[in-house]
């Protein structure tokens, strides 16, 4: 009966970051802003998960998170393939030996998927609008910047109360 139990609780505990994460996403408040940009708690959320996951759980997460977020804001640019390419790449990465985890390294992780993550945004922006490609690029560079930054900050906040709920 307690692995049943223990089963049931990590769901719970997954649905309700997952909850709080989008809630964070929608909701702007002044001590979370860095020159207009928001930390990516999705892509902390997904970071998090997914380096002791299998490539199928990391895609699986990746494709559900990405149409959430899609459904949240608009399906222009989708969501899907920057999660998908970023729960692909973070997909099992302490399985090696000379790998150890810790909050630095989970840190260092979001900071470089978040700017892979802001790559493919601007990639769909350039081939799919009319918007000057320079106008795109000028603001892609202040954004994945300062996203890279701000959520690789705010990372803590996701990392611990997941990684101790769920994986222990």
Known sequence: MKVWQNFWW????????????????????????????????????????SVRRNIWQSAIASICLGLIWDSLTGVFPSHVLGLLVVGIFTSN?????????????????VFGMAIINETITALQYSIQTQVPLTDIWLNYQKNS????????????????????????
């Open 93 to 109: 990465v302490y399985s090696k030996e000379y790998i150890k985890e810790d909050l630095i390294s989970i840190m260092l992780i």
């Open 10 to 49: 990590q769901r719970l505990i997954i649905i309700v970051s997952i909850a709080a994460c989008c809630i964070l996403l929608m909701v702007r408040i002044s001590g979370l802003e860095l020159l207009g940009v928001t930390p990516n708690w999705l892509l902390i959320w997904l970071v998090t998960w």
């Open 145 to 168: 910047l300062t996203s890279a930054i701000i959520s690789s900050l705010w990372t803590p906040l996701v990392y611990y109360p997941l990684n101790y709920l769920v994986n222990k």
